[in-house]
Every structure is written in C-alpha cells, then in structure tokens.
C-alpha cells in the first residue's frame, strides 16, 4: 500500500468517528486559538504604548524636581521647587537640543456663559508646540511676544471646546473665558491626539507659563522642564549635556546627590517594551499549555482506536500489510487531526484577538511568525504524540491480533 493509500484510510477512519474526530481536535483548537489570540492582544499593547509613549513628544527629555518630602510623607516626582525659568534658559540649544519648554500645571474651574468644566492648566512656551508636535484645528500657538508680556491668552483642546460650548466645531476664536475668574482670550483650539495614557492633551487648556505663574499659581517655579533631542541618536549626549548644565546651575559638587532627574523617552520605550514583550511571553507560554493538554488527547484518542481496530490491524497484517503501512496509516491520523484542528484554531484565535482588541479598545497585531509557529507546533504535536499509538499498533502480531475479541 502506497503513500496515498495511506492518507485514504486514515481519511475514512476518522470520518466513520466525527464526533470523536471532531472532539479530539478541541484541544488543539482551543490552545492554537488562545496563543494567537494572546500574542495578538500582547503584540497590540506593546504598539498602543510605543505609541503613547512616543506621542509624548519627539525624542523627548523630561526634567523634574526632586520628590518634596512634608512630615515623612514623599509626594510625587516634581513635587518639590528645585526648578526655575532661570534653569530651563541655561540649556543651549545647538547641535544635541532641539527645543526647551519649561511646563507647570494647575487644575481650574473655566467658565464661559452657561458653560462650566474643571480642567488641566498648562503654562509654557512657544517651544511646546515642536517639543509635543501640537498641531492646530484653527488659531495659533502661544507666541514669545505672548510669553514675555504675560499675556492672558489660551489654547484650547477639542474636549474643552465641546465642555465649554456644547460642539467641539464651535467658532471660539477671540471669545474670552475665565479661569478661576481670570480672563482669558481663546486664540487657537488644537487637533484631536486622544489620551496619552498618562492625560489627555484633548481636555488641556495651555497658556504663557508667565500668566499661569502669576495670574493662576502665585509662584515662579517650574513643575517640569521638557527637551527635545536633535534626534534620537543624541538623546544621550542631550542628557549629558542637561546634566552637566543642571549641575552647574544648581552648584551640585561631584559625589553630592542630584536635586532633580533627567528622564530618557527612549530608556522609558526600552522599558516599557520589554515590560509588556515579557508579558506577551507570558500569556503565550500559559496558552501553549493547551496545546499539550491536546497533544495528549490525540495520544489518548488514538490508543483507543488502536485497541478498537486490533483485529482490522490483524486482517491488513495477514493479506500482506508491513509494520510500515500501520504505522503510517495511524501517524497520518493524528497528524490530520493536529493540523486541521490548527486551522481552525488561526481562524478562531484571529477572530477571537479582533473581537477582544474592539472589546478592550485598542488595537491587535498578529504576526505571520506567531501563526506559523502556531501550526507547526500543533502539526509536531500530531506527530509526537501520534508516534506511541502508530508504534504501538505497527508492532501487534497478526495471529494475536485476529484473536483478539
């Protein structure tokens, strides 16, 4: 009996047991749809967070005061004074720095008419805008001149619009609103970007960092000091340079501990990366547990056949069967059931990965790798276990066999 002799019967075998056939191939359904299910949903968290991350602005460096320690209790980073407008004017721009943008921040109740919303204040410089890539629905940017004479102007996102005056396409240009019953003029609303994870730069107002020092905080300090690379190839050599010129300007002696500190976007991406590949590792390697626990189903399965057709396997062997041809017979068996039960466990776990990514909004990556190795994993598991059963019945001897009842 030849090769495709072979295939037929084992064919016609396990279409005369659907119902088993198609029991024994849940298990590796189940386990090859959950590791690409898993992978896609661990591979789309790592893109959302790079993305998030790196929608912080363009290779970015944030400078923040050491955390303020009061009765024993620390607060968070950038909780203590130790930042001026004087720092952030002592950095240079040149070949490492791009931009610098000094930020503080408060919360305020805004006021325009009927409308009425608490939101994030932010005050800083014109440099914000190419530090964070603001881009405008309409109006401008906060502007030098704005800066230097404390004008009282602000930039609103889109959720603030909508908040304010019930449409995000409301025409707010020149309007005046207050903030904690400050006035202040609208003279430009940006794109939609979304949340970062961290806030929402959509539900933000940004002022001069001079107004909202003097008009909304009563006090000159910086919460943070933001700093865009040339590039990311100088990212390093921009935080050696901001570490040296911090040192400097706050009298630190070497071997003195650090009044502030000096975040690297690409070290946090890193990070962040290998944090969630670890993760995506993780929930692989628990889902492939599946695949063995099929793996020994089929191994089970085909015992039982083997034990069920021990006088079919007697017949085949007295007409002129090898051991070769009954070993073949049943490895096909298995090996049939592992692949098409990894077939259908792609289409699931693909299916099962869109279904999850709409669920938890945001978005799955399935890679060409991870399915590959998927069902070559499920087909080596056909083989493996499919070996001991395809042995077990290629080694029976005819004359026992046809005495078997």
Do not use: W
Not at 79 to 86: K, R
Not at 292 to 303: E, R
Not at 384 to 392: N, T
């Amino acid at each position: 009996m030849n090769f495709f002799e072979s295939i037929r019967v084992s064919l016609r075998a396990l279409r005369a047991n659907k119902l088993r056939s198609a029991l024994t191939m849940l298990g590796i359904i189940i386990g090859v749809a959950a590791v690409i299910a898993m992978v896609g949903i661990g591979n789309g968290a790592t893109a959302s967070i790079t993305s998030q991350i790196q929608g912080l602005g363009s290779n970015l460096l944030t400078i923040s005061s050491e955390r303020s320690n009061s009765g024993g209790v620390r607060g968070g980073a950038g909780s203590s004074d130790t930042l001026s407008m004087m720092d952030a004017s002592k950095i240079q721009i040149g070949t490492a720095v791009k931009a610098v943008a000094p930020v503080t921040s408060t919360n305020a109740q805004v006021v325009v008419g009927r409308g009425n919303t608490s939101t994030s204040i932010t005050g800083t410089t014109q440099d914000y805008e190419i530090i964070k890539n603001v881009t405008m629905t309409s109006g401008h940017f906060i502007t030098k001149e704005d800066v230097d004479s404390s004008a009282r102007v602000a930039v609103l996102g889109p959720t603030v619009v909508t908040n304010l005056f019930g449409d995000a396409n409301a025409s707010v240009i020149g309007k005046i609103i207050k903030v904690n019953n400050v006035p202040f003029q609208v003279i430009g609303v940006t794109t939609t970007t979304g949340s970062t994870g961290f806030m929402s730069s959509d539900d933000m107002i940004t002022a001069p960092i001079t107004t909202v020092q003097s008009r909304l905080i009563g006090k000159k300090t910086v919460r943070n000091i933001l700093v865009s690379a040339s590039s990311a190839d100088l990212m390093q050599t921009a935080q050696d340079e901001i570490t040296a010129t911090m040192h400097k300007a706050h009298k630190i002696q070497a071997g003195k501990a650090d009044d502030f500190t000096v975040q690297n976007q690409a070290d946090m991406l890193a990070t962040m990366q290998g944090v969630t590949q670890t993760l995506t590792m993780l929930l692989g390697g628990i889902a492939g547990i599946s695949l063995l626990v099929g793996g020994i189903g089929i191994m089970n399965i085909m015992l039982v056949s083997v034990t069920e057709r021990t006088r079919e396997i007697g017949i085949r062997k007295a007409i002129g069967a090898k051991s070769m041809n009954i070993l073949l017979q049943f490895l096909i068996e298995a090996v049939v059931l592992s692949v098409l039960g990894g077939g259908i466990g792609i289409a699931l776990g693909y299916g099962g990965s869109t279904l999850a990514g709409k669920a938890l909004k945001m978005s799955t990556s399935i890679s060409p790798i991870s399915v590959l190795v998927a069902f070559c994993f499920s087909a080596a598991i056909g083989i493996i276990f499919g070996v001991f059963p395809a042995r077990k019945a290629a080694a029976m001897d005819p004359i026992d066999a046809l005495r078997y009842e």
